[in-house]
Each structure stands twice: as C-alpha cells, then as structure tokens.
C-alpha cells in the first residue's frame, strides 16, 4: 500500500491510474478504523480497480467543546488494517495541506435545508464541515466512485445532494451498517462507552425495531411512536437528542402517502454521542 500526505503526490499516482484506464474508488474517513470502515474498503475493492483511503480528522467538522483534540488517532493499526483490506493508497494530509488558510477564511460548501435539521440542528455547522472537505477530497482525488456507511443516514443523504446539485461525477454508494452481535452500531465513538454502557447500548438498536414493526404493522401515529420510545430510551439509561420518524428519500416529515420511512436516532450515553438508523415500510392505507 502505498502512502501519501501530499496533494501533488496524490494527484500524481492517481494520473498514473486513471492514464492506464483503472477504475478509482474512494473511502473518506477520520481513522481509528473499526470493521465497518473496512468493510467499505473491501466492497471499494469489488467495485473498482484501485482503492483510495483518507484518513483526515476534520477540524472543521468539529464544534465548540467537541472532541477534535481528543479525537483517537491510530495511524499505525489503520494503516496495518487497510492492508489487510486491500487498500492501494492512503492518503493522510495534514490540517494545513487540506485548508491552506486560516479557517475563518476558508470557502466552504453549503447543502442548505438538510444540514440544518436532526444532527444539523444540534451540532450547528457541523454538515458544511462536511460538505466543505468531502468536495476537496473529491476535487484531490477525482475518484469514480465513493462509499459511505447508512448509519450516518442525514451525512449520505447530504453527500448525494451535493454530488447532484454541484455536477460532480462522482458515483455515491452506500454501504449497510456494520454491527455488533448485540446490534450495537459500530462506530469509533463507541470506544467511549464504559463496559457498563456496552451492556446497555443495545437497547437503542432493540427500541427503534419496535417503532419499526409498529410502522411496518400500519400505525401512523408517529409522533406518538417518537414520544414512547423517547420515554424507553430515558428508561434505559439514554439521554436523547432526538428521536424521530422522517422521509426516507429527504428526511421530510411524513405524511400518511409515504411508504419509505427511516427512523433516526442520536442519544448520548455517558460520554458517547449515540446515532443509528432503520428503515420501515408502511403499507398502503
């Protein structure tokens, strides 16, 4: 596997790919890498020619009194995982390679209406950090085609607004969340649970099936599914942040015409920040 830090030197090997007709896939992601992160670089390795990895803490993404200093940063095992994975290159820029000025100055991108809302709304600017370094990337890299995991539901569904309405020929794929055997989301921020909070982690996963079935089984009663499980989420030692049936395709508040739905949920537990996602069919009324 190859590494770079440079944009020059990315943009070099990756001339030299695209000129011998491979096809490029890449994996955006900000390390201390867990298997869904990986199974994203083994499916990019079925679907194109040469596997591209970043690892690329954000600041930009981060907000006041959240964890970028203190984010994990384990280049040694992800690298020795990517590897593994089949990852051609990894490409770990430093803050200042990414944003070349100061960032109360940097251009940023904006997918207005969607990055206000859920996480949006909770984590003001968040998505424009998002947004702004997911298009450099893409402008670096000039890849076919890039994955993302489904559990960051509100992040792919910015992404793909972007893609389509800046003309970026830039394929989005989504991959399934990758979970553990208690059906517990994986996530790099689960290494903030205490083994206490590990036990009880997954009633999120247990409380969303039930809003599921009851949407699957012909209740529209939403807001009074989003109430009740908030009220089992307290029960269950969660503080949540929101939880909240919305439109599958825009994240829309639903309507009794809509058939595709996904319930989203943040909840902090501990120190953990908490999101997850499952979609539900409703049956024709």
Same mark, same amino acid.
């Given at each position: 596997?190859?590494?770079?830090?440079?944009?020059?030197?990315?943009?070099?090997?990756?001339?030299?790919?695209?000129?011998?007709?491979?096809?490029?896939?890449?994996?955006?992601?900000?390390?201390?890498?867990?298997?869904?992160?990986?199974?994203?670089?083994?499916?990019?390795?079925?679907?194109?020619?040469?596997?591209?990895?970043?690892?690329?803490?954000?600041?930009?993404?981060? &907000?006041?009194?959240?964890?970028?200093?203190?984010?994990?940063?384990?280049?040694?095992?992800?690298?020795?995982?990517?590897?593994?994975?089949?990852?051609?290159? +990894?490409?770990?820029?430093?803050?200042?390679?990414? !944003?070349? =000025?100061?960032?109360?100055?940097?251009?940023?991108?904006?997918?207005?209406?969607?990055?206000?809302?859920?996480?949006?709304?909770?984590?003001? &600017?968040?998505?424009?950090?998002? $947004?702004?370094?997911?298009?450099?990337?893409?402008?670096?890299?000039?890849?076919?085609?890039?994955?993302?995991?489904? =559990?960051? !539901?509100?992040?792919?569904?910015?992404?793909?607004?972007?893609?389509?309405?800046?003309?970026?020929?830039?394929?989005?794929?989504?991959?399934?969340?990758?979970?553990?055997?208690?059906? +517990?989301?994986?996530?790099?921020?689960?290494?903030?649970?205490?083994? $206490?909070?590990?036990?009880?982690?997954?009633?999120?996963?247990?409380?969303?099936?039930?809003?599921?079935?009851?949407?699957?089984?012909?209740?529209?009663?939403?807001?009074?599914?989003?109430? =009740?499980?908030?009220?089992?989420?307290? =029960?269950? &030692?969660?503080?949540?942040? !929101?939880?909240?049936?919305?439109? $599958?395709?825009?994240?829309?508040?639903?309507?009794?015409?809509?058939?595709?739905?996904?319930?989203?949920?943040?909840? !902090?537990?501990?120190?953990?920040?908490?999101?997850?996602?499952?979609?539900?069919?409703?049956?024709?009324?």
């Amino acid at each position: 596997m190859i590494t770079l830090t440079t944009i020059a030197d990315l943009r070099r090997q990756v001339r030299g790919w695209r000129a011998d007709g491979k096809r490029i896939a890449l994996v955006p992601t900000m390390g201390n890498l867990h298997a869904g992160h990986l199974t994203l670089v083994r499916r990019a390795r079925e679907l194109a020619d040469r596997v591209v990895v970043s690892i690329f803490v954000n600041p930009l993404q981060f &907000g006041a009194g959240e964890d970028f200093e203190g984010y994990p940063r384990t280049m040694e095992q992800d690298a020795a995982a990517l590897v593994a994975a089949g990852a051609d290159l +990894l490409f770990s820029p430093s803050v200042t390679e990414v !944003y070349s =000025k100061p960032q109360e100055q940097q251009t940023r991108v904006e997918v207005p209406g969607i990055s206000d809302i859920l996480c949006g709304a909770s984590r003001p &600017g968040h998505f424009v950090g998002v $947004a702004t370094v997911v298009c450099k990337l893409f402008n670096m890299v000039q890849p076919d085609l890039a994955l993302f995991g489904d =559990k960051d !539901y509100q992040q792919l569904l910015v992404i793909r607004s972007m893609v389509q309405d800046l003309c970026i020929p830039v394929e989005i794929v989504g991959v399934l969340t990758v979970r553990d055997e208690n059906g +517990l989301a994986l996530s790099s921020r689960n290494g903030y649970l205490t083994a $206490a909070e590990r036990k009880q982690a997954p009633e999120l996963r247990r409380i969303m099936l039930k809003t599921a079935v009851a949407i699957e089984s012909g209740s529209r009663d939403y807001t009074g599914l989003e109430e =009740k499980a908030k009220l089992e989420l307290e =029960k269950a &030692g969660f503080n949540p942040d !929101y939880y909240t049936i919305r439109s $599958a395709v825009d994240l829309s508040e639903p309507t009794d015409k809509m058939s595709d739905l996904v319930v989203l949920v943040a909840a !902090y537990l501990g120190k953990a920040r908490l999101i997850d996602n499952l979609q539900a069919h409703s049956p024709p009324g």
